[in-house]
């Protein structure tokens, strides 16, 4: 298979989204640096890690069960031990898993972004010249409607009608339905500058330990879940679009530590730069 340029990426990008917008949606992008990596949520690789190297690991619903037993352990145990450190946004019950994701700890949430340029930085943050990056586009309207019948997004309020799907069911503080969940797009609420920045969406995974393109496929099939691949030829490229648009860690990281990262990350480009016109000067 012949490798993308990147004007075919960037024109593949725009239609797609075109074709999303026409038909009343939105496009969602996520960004990978390793093209090896896949559409899972954290939580379904910490329960993979977890029993890894059991004699007999459990399997079906039995997996299913620990998945959900070991989200409801790390919720209860990050709400009791941060409580006295969330501000006032973050202590409701959906405001609790966002800090979660926020500081990495297992969550169904896997991030997404309204913001093309934001999936194509953390596609390209970190990634090494000769790696192969992937960046996935997605119609959140088309999963939810195949989810649960509802083109819309689903509701992460405190207060939910009964017009509403309820979204505690994926919710680890309420008691799960029996039935086994599917995976669905979700807007939230912002909790934290670093969502606003990044512009950020999600899909909420379900009970399924299967990527979300394999969960899916039927999205794949009808071009609503796209994956383009970032060829090492596009490295260069990818950092002239990010420099052009101005885009840097502190863009979408607007803290302490997001400033601290695009200072190291000047630094390590003038040197990068200076070893290239004064090479006799520097070893």
Not at 71 to 91: G, H, N, Q, S, V
Request: aromatic share 12%; glycine share 6%.
């Amino acid at each position: 298979m012949v490798a993308m340029t990147w004007p075919e990426i960037l024109d593949t990008a725009r239609g797609t989204a075109e074709e999303y917008c026409k038909d009343g949606s939105v496009a969602w992008f996520r960004g990978h640096r390793s093209a090896d990596y896949r559409l899972r949520s954290a939580l379904h690789r910490h329960v993979d890690d977890l029993v890894r190297g059991w004699k007999q690991p459990p399997e079906g619903s039995g997996l299913i069960q620990l998945l959900r037993d070991e989200y409801k352990t790390l919720y209860r145990r990050f709400k009791a031990d941060a409580w006295p450190l969330l501000d006032a946004r973050e202590r409701s019950d959906w405001g609790v898993i966002f800090t979660m994701q926020h500081y990495g700890l297992p969550t169904r949430l896997l991030d997404w972004t309204e913001n093309f340029a934001c999936a194509v930085f953390f596609a390209q943050w970190r990634r090494r010249r000769d790696q192969e990056a992937t960046l996935w586009i997605l119609d959140p309207h088309a999963l939810n409607g195949i989810a649960i019948n509802n083109s819309g997004f689903l509701a992460l309020d405190e207060d939910i009608g009964e017009s509403t799907i309820p979204a505690t069911d994926w919710h680890p503080k309420w008691v799960a339905p029996e039935r086994n969940l599917q995976s669905v797009a979700v807007f939230p609420i912002f909790t934290n500058p670093r969502m606003t920045a990044q512009r950020s969406a999600f899909t909420m995974a379900g009970d399924e330990f299967v990527p979300l393109d394999a969960e899916y496929t039927n999205l794949t099939a009808s071009g609503r879940l796209k994956r383009l691949d970032l060829s090492p030829s596009v490295f260069d490229a990818v950092n002239v679009f990010l420099r052009d648009a101005g885009v840097n860690p502190f863009t979408f990281f607007p803290d302490l530590p997001g400033l601290a990262l695009r200072y190291k990350a000047e630094t390590e480009r003038r040197l990068s730069e200076a070893k290239l016109w004064y090479p006799h000067f520097i070893q």
